[in-house]
């Protein structure tokens, strides 16, 4: 089965807006993991239809070697991102991973991208589960 891991930090509120768009499009097709940098993201990730979760370092770091797509915030592949939620090991181990990444460019953290176009949250998910179609 096809595995999914999205990852999120602070309120979780991106993770779970991927998730909820995911099982509307997949339902229980693919296998979603709820991987929060606390547990109040993960929490939230979980309520949205998850079918694992799990919070933190180390959790992050060993599923981020066998998943098959990794999706979230750009912030997750930035050390020390998400007002310092994101440690050095989480970052690299999602850049590391031979996993697909597909990153939402949304950051509050002091770095601007040009080049990518300033559209609202609803529109960026729509346009990351029509790259997870392709994929699958």
């Known amino acids: ?15 779970k807006t991927i998730i909820k768009r995911l099982r509307d499009v997949y339902a229980e097709e693919i296998e979603i993991l ?7 993201a993960t929490s939230q990730m979980m309520k949205a239809g998850a079918n694992r979760g799990a919070t933190g370092e180390n959790a ?16 997750i592949i930035m050390a020390n991102s998400m007002m310092g939620e994101v440690t050095p090991k989480m970052a690299e181990a999602i850049s590391s991973s031979r996993a697909m990444k597909i990153l939402i460019p949304l950051t509050r953290e002091n770095i601007t991208l040009l080049g990518i176009s300033d559209e609202p949250l609803p529109h960026l998910i729509d346009r990351l589960i029509e790259t997870i179609k392709e994929v699958f």
């Open 34 to 40: 709820a991987l929060g940098t606390n547990s109040l």
């Open 1 to 15: 089965m096809n595995s999914i891991m999205v990852m999120d930090g602070q309120g979780g509120g991106i993770g």
């Open 60 to 75: 992050i770091v060993k599923m981020a070697l066998s998943s098959n797509i990794i999706t979230g915030p750009l912030a």
